[in-house]
Nanobody
Framework: QVQLVESGGGLAQPGGSLRLSCAASGFTFSSYAMSWARQAPGKGLEWVSG????????YYADSVKGRFTISRDNAKNTVYLQMNSLKPEDTALYYC??????????????WGQGTQVTVSS
């Protein structure tokens, strides 16, 4: 069974940094694209970032471009989201998602339970 477990969330000050991790199991991790999505208070789900199965291509939502970096270590079955220059509007529950193929889409087929990120003074 596919399992995605996020960690690394917490409280950060504006301008600070956090690194999220997602430990994956139950599938051939290196064959699938992975993504991060988030849900802020009072808002719907927002796609944040995606990365190809081999890590060769990554893409970001405009709201995080230049501040966040997605990466993966296929030997460790783990995908990361490095978040720098955090803003209060980054406050959200962050989800790790699995895409149905090697290239990310808007329709992930599995979701983790999420890790909370709060950016506040």
């Amino acid at each position: 069974q596919v399992q995605l477990v996020e960690s690394g969330g917490g409280l950060a000050q504006p301008g600070g940094s956090l690194r999220l991790s997602c430990a994956a199991s139950g599938f051939t991790f290196s064959s699938y694209a992975m993504s991060w999505a988030r849900q802020a208070p009072g808002k719907g789900l927002e796609w944040v970032s995606g990365i190809y199965s081999d890590g060769s291509v990554a893409y970001y939502a405009d709201s995080v471009k230049g501040r966040f970096t997605i990466s993966r270590d296929n030997a460790k079955n783990t995908v990361y989201l490095q978040m720098n220059s955090l803003k209060p509007e980054d406050t959200a529950l962050y989800y790790c998602t699995k895409d149905p193929g090697a290239y990310f889409t808007t329709t992930p087929d599995h979701w983790g339970q999420g890790t909370q990120v709060t950016v506040s003074s």
